[in-house]
């Protein structure tokens, strides 16, 4: 591995901490002259790195960078493939076109901005460059039998991986959406792939938009919409530690403490919600979220309702 490469790797793994030039060029079997070169080459590409003669190396916390050789230094077990474009359409429209193809479980798409990003039942997820992680996963569930709960296993990837890296836990609108003081700051698309001939699902896109610092948004979206207010978030990083959660999750769909915590992170339960069904709305009390990820929604006479997907609005004062 180049010189360039096992610095950033080795910066990645203690962010904000300093590490010696002199150690790092010893254990490397290089010059300090090479290290120097090394920094150098990264600091030209957008790394912010500190320099002290004293104390060596460092990875600022707010390198906005994102780049797939920091998400790999973040998380150096990465084997799969990691594309990370300037601008692209959709990542989950990338995705889905690489799993058209036989595809590595965890493979990752990530782009700076998106021109078309999507939401579920239609709807677009703004994109503007810099100031959003825009992610999808390409994977390949082993128990179809918990696939409903996919969807709650991102959303709770996503509350965990914001967590880790910012020390900010939103919450969790049912069924896809992530709120942090009252706005929307991230939206799932999760989106089946299954084979033309029996009609089995064998792959799943799993598309994540978080708003990072994004604080100018559309007209439509004023009073909705809004960031983690994180100026100094990696991107890279949080894309690393979401892949990892992720990818952990999957292969724990089974496990009951996932759809806890799920519940644990509602901001539903336990309020009023409206939801629309067969043209009509409906005003009932959010009960509870079964094992497959439904919403029990009670009415006013006691009789509960089991809502699988759809829209529901929310009344928290």
């Keep these: 591995m180049a010189v360039r490469d096992e610095l950033l790797k080795m910066l990645a793994s203690v962010p904000g901490q300093w590490v010696s030039g002199e150690m790092f060029a010893q254990q490397n079997h290089?010059?300090?002259?090479?290290?120097?070169?090394?920094?150098?080459?990264?600091?030209?590409?957008?790394?912010?790195?500190?320099?002290?003669?004293?104390?060596?190396?460092?990875?600022?916390?707010?390198?906005?960078?994102?780049?797939?050789e920091l998400i790999r230094a973040y998380e150096p077990q990465i084997t799969a493939p990691v594309y990370v474009f300037e601008e692209i359409d959709s990542t989950n429209n990338k995705a889905k076109m690489l799993a058209a193809s036989p595809c590595e479980n965890g493979t990752l798409v990530t782009a700076d901005s998106q021109t078309a990003g999507r939401g579920r039942q239609g709807h677009t997820f703004y994109s503007p460059k810099k100031t959003g992680l825009y992610f999808s996963l390409i994977v390949h569930p082993k128990d179809m039998q918990y696939i409903s709960r996919i969807t709650p296993a991102a959303a709770v990837s996503a509350a965990e991986a914001i967590a880790e890296v910012t020390g900010i836990r939103p919450g969790i609108k049912w069924v896809n959406d992530l709120f942090y003081e009252d706005r929307k700051i991230a939206g799932i698309l999760t989106e089946a792939i299954t084979d033309f001939e029996t009609g089995r699902i064998h792959t799943v896109v799993i598309g994540i938009g978080i708003n990072c610092s994004t604080e100018v948004f559309p007209e439509e979206l004023h009073g909705i919409a809004s960031s983690l207010h994180a100026e100094g978030i990696s991107r890279s990083r949080l894309a690393a530690v979401l892949r990892r959660q992720l990818l952990y999750h999957m292969e724990h769909l089974d496990d009951p403490a996932m759809m806890q915590k799920y519940r644990d992170d509602s901001i539903v339960l336990g309020y009023e919600i409206t939801y629309v069904k067969n043209g009509t709305a409906y005003t009932a009390y959010a009960a509870d979220i079964n094992e497959e990820g439904n919403l029990i929604a009670e009415l006013p006479d006691h009789t509960r309702e089991v809502l699988q997907s759809g829209e529901i609005s929310v009344r928290r004062t």
């Design 30 to 68: 290089v010059s300090r002259a090479a290290v120097w070169k090394a920094v150098r080459s990264l600091q030209s590409s957008g790394y912010h790195i500190d320099s002290s003669p004293s104390q060596g190396y460092r990875l600022c916390d707010d390198t906005n960078i994102l780049s797939a």
